[in-house]
């Protein structure tokens, strides 16, 4: 696979990230209704979205995955390979945390955040294979 090809997945697994983010913003900010992936006790956004994960720092955890996104979405349009795997390495850790917090401190499970945690390990992984591509052409 050629790097365009990476750089093009890498931005639209990014831009399904941003989307997730901005869903969970909105379900913490505007807490609707219909909540279609609270589903019972242990598989349950909302106890995510208003419990002890909802902030980091004061700020809702959300934010950061969306902004985290946006940095990793302009960082392969730019081709900043070395930003790209900055920022995914960031952001793996901090899903591994919010992972961990969920699954070991709240005993729930978010179908949402396993997407984003998902897609932030290709992402990560795909950051390696171009840093890697770069390092091979020096």
């Known amino acids: 696979m050629n790097l365009k090809t990476i750089f093009l997945i890498i931005k639209s697994l990014s831009l399904i990230g941003i989307i997730l ?3 969970l913003l909105w379900q913490q900010f505007f807490h609707p209704s219909f909540q279609p992936c ?10 995510i979205i208003s419990g002890a994960v909802a902030k980091t720092f004061g700020i809702p955890t959300p934010l950061f995955g969306l902004v ?12 900043k390979k070395r930003l790209l795997l900055s920022m995914a ?8 945390w919010i992972a961990y917090r969920e699954l070991f401190e709240l ?6 955040c ?3 945690q998902t897609i932030m390990l290709s992402v990560f992984s795909l950051g390696i294979v171009v840093n ?7």
């Open 21 to 23: 983010a901005l869903y």
């Open 89 to 96: 390495t960031f952001g793996l850790g901090f899903c591994l």
């Open 38 to 47: 609270s589903i019972n006790a242990t598989i349950n956004c909302e106890a």
């Open 107 to 112: 005993h729930v499970i978010c179908p949402i």
């Open 68 to 79: 985290g996104y946006l940095v990793i979405f302009f960082a392969a349009l730019r081709r």
């Open 132 to 138: 890697r591509r770069e390092n091979d052409n020096k």
């Open 114 to 116: 396993i997407l984003c």
